[in-house]
Structure formats: structure tokens, C-alpha cells
């Protein structure tokens, strides 16, 4: 059984012990090839790392125990490794990063005589996609990319440690800010001929981020006895340290794979493999506690479907898992808060018909007024007339509103609710009133505060009175 550590450190760097030198190489932006004098100024990669197809790491051939950080930043940048002229996999050892951010791209292409350039082996330490994207694709349509590997079968090869605390293959791996990994063809924790190196840990962790493994489904190699998007391996006996494997969900984020779906493998005591031809769901990778939460799982109890949603079908193409981690209920624009804008676009989502489930808030099925009240009186803990949404229901609503001058106004369907439609009918007037007086919610205290003597009738009527006057002196006026 894979054993989860919950060890989440940015980097393995922080291990070493013994000062080693890092050197930052970084694509000088535009559209190119991998092998183009676009490197620090004009340089080959090669000349940099002392390798054409990535990166040696600890074991740089250029610069001995010197680790190379390769950063590929800027929407102009757009980087692809042609492995058909190569003719090599591409290939980055631990003591590397590498680091695809603010909109770059980064991709494999592979051609379709398969012979080598299928693999892309990322021993690497630190694979940051931080508003990048790396993509994988076969040279021939449906054919694939062969298999993206974390923690590949030469771990021990890929090593080349200097005098380091750390003694095992350590990969972590970070989608964030909208990040991609995009692959046709398997994407890989561990590989079928692992070779124990004192164990491999390989934490993936997503934050606003997205893998997409749909798009090709050709096997990585025909003597490979495993055949899947997303494989999970541990080719390792009891007696060594076993693999740490983590897909860790911190923020919103998802994962799709295609009909051949996600396969959990493991040789048993003969040897034999064992789960090849099971694919698994996303739940079984919870339970196994290899899908993570925020470092929770089914191991630890936590309830698949309070962190989860599942779209599309086992064993079918498109199906989809989709964290709620660091989401805000409510958040229909996705900005981290609720505000008026949204439920602005719930109003309109309401309008319009239809049962999106993002906007069926209260869970009944439907989209209709009652999600509108359930979003304003238990997401954003408010009352209905609240129109600046800062938690109470008062005679500073009315002010706001007003001083906008839509009520009642000559111009169908123009108000927000902000500018006072609390009943979801893009206009302000008189049923705006209606519906938030009927509500009760008007000078009540903010949710949760100490309850407060509640002003008499007279004074809140003539208080309105004041103000729609106010407001038909203006429309006269006008």
C-alpha cells in the first residue's frame, strides 16, 4: 500500500545541507524552439545545462552540482521541443526546476514512428505552472504524446545528489493561477520497471489550475503492461521504502481523462501486476488517500462529495473531476468574494431559465427566486433591500439607491441591485419595496450581533416618505 506523507515544502532545495550553487536560465520571450539561441541573452540550452533534451540537475556536465532553474515567463512566450528532430526523450533530473509562468507555453511535440522521442521523464525537483501551461501532443491526430512521467524508472540513475540530507527522488509540482497540464497521452506517478530509490514522493498540488489528459490514448510503449491517462504505479517490494504519490487540491481546480480513465497498479507478492485492467473512479482515489483536500482525504474520514464534483462517466471520454477547495459559494465571477455583480448574473441566470447547477444555490434542482433569497440572506448573511451588501438593511440602502435615481425611471430593465431591483426584475420601483419590507429584514441588526430595540413603525414610514419624495421631486425635475 502507497504510503501519503503529508510533506508539502515548496522546495527540496531547503534539504541540502552543504552550499550549491543554482543558476537561473531563462527563455529571452517570443515564439521559438527549444534549441534556439534565445537563452540568457542569445545562448543554446545547451551550452547552459551541457544537454539539448533538458536538464542534468545535480549532475550538470557544464557546471558540476550546480542546479539549473529553467524559466519560461510572458504571454509572447511560446517554447516547443520538437522530439521527432531530436530523435530523444526529453529528460530533467532532480536538483532542476522548472518554472512556466503568466501566460508561457511550453511544448512536446512527438512524431508517430515512436522510437525515441515518446518520453518526457520529469525527475525533476520543482515544476511550477504558475499561470503557464505545459502541453504534450502527438505529431499525428488521435495518436497521442506517449507518457509524462514523475518519478521515471531511473530514479537512481537521475539522482547525481551532491552531499545532501536527501537520499530519495523527490518531485513536487504546482498548478496555480489558472496553470495548465495538458497532455495527449498518460501522465505517469512512478513507472512499470521502477527501480527502488529509497522510496519517490511526488505531490502534485492545485490551485486554480487544471490537467486535461484527453486527446489521445496510444500506449507508451507496446511492451508496457499498463495503459491509461492518469497510472499510478508502486513497483516496489515491502522490504524498501514505499512511493509517496499526492494530488493535492488547495483551491479550485480540476482533472479530465478520457475513456481509458485513471488505473492504480501494484505488483503483488509474485511480482505480478495487479489493477492494470481496473480503472478506477476519482473516489477510489480518495479513499486511497492519494486525491487530497487541503491534506484531507478518505483516509481520514473526510467526505468525498464535500470537497468533489464528478461530471461524465467512468470509462467514458470527458470525465471530469472538479474541486470545491478555497471556493466561495456564490462567487459566480470568481473574484474570492460575493458582491453585487453576483448576484447580479444570478438574476440573470434566473431570467433566463434553465437549471445551471452553478447557480442552484440552495440545491432544490432549480434556478429561480429562492436561490436569489437563499444568496442573500445565508451566502452573503444579509437581508433583502441590502443593497451596498454591507450586512444590514438601513436607511443608508435607501440613500445609495436613490442618489442613483433609477426608481421608477423611464428605461425598462436598467437597474442592478444595487440600484435597488431587490426583486430580480432589472427595474426599481415599488414591488423592490414590497419584497424587502415583506422580508422583515429592515434595521435589523448584522447576523449574529447582539439584538438591538427595533425603531418604531412611524419613524420607518416617515422616514420612506422622505425619500420618495425626495426621489419624485427629482423625476419631476428632470
Known amino acids: ?13 531547503l534539504m541540502i545541507s552543504t552550499p550549491v550553487l543554482a543558476i537561473d536560465i531563462v527563455w529571452d520571450g517570443g515564439e521559438g524552439s527549444w534549441e534556439d539561441l534565445n537563452w540568457n541573452g542569445g545562448n543554446e540550452i545547451i551550452e547552459l545545462t551541457g544537454v539539448l533534451d533538458g536538464s542534468d540537475g545535480w549532475g550538470s556536465t557544464v557546471n558540476e552540482d550546480e542546479m539549473e532553474n529553467i524559466i519560461i515567463s510572458g504571454a509572447d512566450s511560446v517554447v516547443t521541443y520538437h522530439a521527432d528532430d531530436f530523435q530523444k526523450d526529453f529528460e530533467m533530473f532532480q536538483g532542476s526546476t522548472l518554472t512556466i509562468s503568466n501566460g508561457a507555453v511550453w511544448t512536446q511535440s512527438a512524431n508517430d514512428d515512436w522510437t525515441e522521442n515518446r518520453w518526457t521523464e520529469l525527475d525533476l525537483s520543482v515544476l511550477t505552472l504558475d499561470g503557464g501551461t505545459l502541453r504534450r501532443v502527438g505529431a499525428v491526430a488521435d495518436e497521442g504524446g506517449g507518457a509524462l512521467i514523475f518519478g521515471s524508472w531511473q530514479g537512481n540513475d537521475r539522482f547525481n545528489e551532491p552531499e545532501s540530507e536527501l537520499d530519495y527522488q523527490q518531485t513536487h509540482v504546482f498548478i496555480t493561477n489558472g496553470g495548465r497540464l495538458e497532455n495527449e497521452g498518460e501522465l505517469w506517478f512512478g513507472a512499470w520497471a ?5 522510496g519517490t514522493e ?26 491509461a491517462d492518469l497510472v499510478f504505479t508502486n513497483h516496489y517490494t515491502e522490504e524498501v521504502d514505499q512511493p509517496t504519490y499526492a494530488i493535492n487540491f488547495t483551491g479550485p481546480g480540476s482533472i479530465t481523462v ?10 503483488d507478492e509474485d511480482g505480478v501486476w495487479e489493477g492494470i485492467d481496473d480503472p478506477i473512479t476519482y473516489e477510489a482515489l480518495w479513499d486511497r488517500g492519494v486525491l487530497q483536500s487541503n491534506g484531507k482525504s478518505g483516509v481520514d474520514g473526510a467526505d468525498f462529495s464535500a470537497h468533489f464534483s464528478v461530471t461524465g462517466q467512468l470509462g467514458a471520454d470527458d470525465y471530469t473531476l472538479t474541486s470545491n477547495a478555497g471556493v466561495v459559494p456564490g462567487d459566480f465571477d470568481n473574484d474570492g468574494v460575493l458582491t453585487a455583480a453576483d448576484m447580479d448574473l444570478l438574476t440573470i441566470k434566473v431570467l433566463s431559465g434553465g437549471d445551471d447547477v452553478t447557480f442552484d444555490v440552495n440545491s432544490d434542482g432549480v434556478v429561480n427566486q429562492d436561490d436569489r433569497i437563499f444568496w442573500i440572506e445565508e451566502l452573503a448573511n444579509s437581508y433583502v433591500g441590502d443593497s451596498n451588501l454591507d450586512g444590514v438593511f438601513d436607511s443608508g440602502d435607501f440613500v445609495a439607491v436613490f442618489t442613483i435615481g433609477k426608481y421608477e425611471d423611464a428605461v425598462e430593465g436598467n437597474s442592478t441591485w444595487g440600484d435597488g431591483d431587490w426583486n430580480g426584475d432589472l427595474d426599481f420601483n415599488s414591488g423592490d419595496f414590497v419584497i424587502a419590507f415583506t422580508a422583515g429584514g429592515f434595521e435589523l441588526p448584522p447576523k449574529g450581533a447582539a439584538v438591538n430595540a427595533v425603531p418604531e413603525p412611524s419613524g420607518v414610514l416617515l422616514s420612506l416618505i422622505g425619500l420618495f419624495a425626495v426621489a419624485w421631486v427629482r423625476r419631476r425635475a428632470s
Open 202 to 227: 511526488v505531490i502534485l498540488t492545485i490551485d486554480d489550475g487544471m490537467i486535461d489528459l484527453t486527446g489521445g490514448d496510444m500506449p507508451a510503449a507496446t511492451e508496457a503492461p499498463i495503459s
Open 1 to 13: 500500500m502507497i504510503c501519503i506523507k503529508q510533506s508539502f515544502s515548496l522546495l527540496v532545495l
Open 258 to 267: 478520457d475513456e481509458s480513465g485513471i488505473v492504480f497498479a501494484y505488483v
Open 194 to 198: 521502477d527501480v527502488a530509490a529509497n
